[in-house]
């Protein structure tokens, strides 16, 4: 990361006859600009979020991003603001570096078209899980993300705290978790999704 090339808001950096640089600073819109080879190689998420948070930017963008890439990771990234594919032309930047000031994102429509089909798929996962609940462990799911423990569980549905550990055993084959944090994790992302 000691690559740290100035530049202002005519962005004259880019030119493809020469290596690219890994790493830029774009000093007067406040963004690091990394270069999608890096990525997972030279530079983490964590890496790049202590970097940004000492250099005091605001957001990221990836660069030289191929068209053939998989996309569905990149979101991931800290602060990501914005991706440019490979060879994307100066004039590309600015518009894109202009919408980012003003508080939009930018990535291109096959990445966001990803992105949505990815979310989508999940969301049809999710259901299709929680759909296979039956009522009782809708109702054992339910206190349990509420907070209660086996047996206060057990004493409020009037069964066996065994009984409640059978239940939690088939609720996490279902929806895919291995222990209670796991399962008051999913509930507090998926809980509206519960059929009751």
């Keep these: 990361m000691d690559v740290e090339i100035e530049i202002n808001k005519k962005i ?6 020469k290596q ?5 600073e774009a000093v007067d819109y406040n963004l690091l600009l990394v270069n999608y080879k890096t990525l997972n190689v030279i530079t983490n998420h964590e890496l790049l979020s202590q970097f940004m948070q000492k250099n005091g930017q605001q957001g990221l963008i990836i ?3 191929p068209k053939n890439a998989d996309f569905s990771d990149l979101k991931s990234w800290p602060n990501l603001k914005g991706i440019f594919f490979e060879y994307a032309d ?4 600015e518009q894109g570096f202009k919408a980012i000031e003003q508080g939009e994102l930018w990535f291109p429509r096959p990445i ?3 992105w ?3 979310m989508l798929e999940e969301e049809q996962h999710t259901i299709l899980r929680t759909n296979n609940l039956t009522r009782k462990e809708i109702k054992v799911l339910k206190l349990l993300y509420s907070g209660l423990e086996y047996t206060a569980i057990a004493d409020s549905l009037f069964i066996s705290e065994a009984t409640v550990r059978v239940h939690l055993h088939k609720i996490y084959q279902k929806i895919e978790v291995k222990n209670k ?3 008051r994790l999913w509930c507090k992302s998926n809980f509206n999704k519960i059929n009751s």
Excluded: G, I
């Design 181 to 183: 944090q796991q399962a």
């Design 20 to 24: 690219s640089p890994l790493l830029y």
């Design 12 to 17: 004259n950096y880019l030119d493809h006859k």
């Design 90 to 93: 100066k004039t590309l930047f």
């Design 116 to 118: 949505t089909r990815q």
């Design 112 to 114: 966001t078209d990803c």
């Design 63 to 65: 660069f030289d991003v």
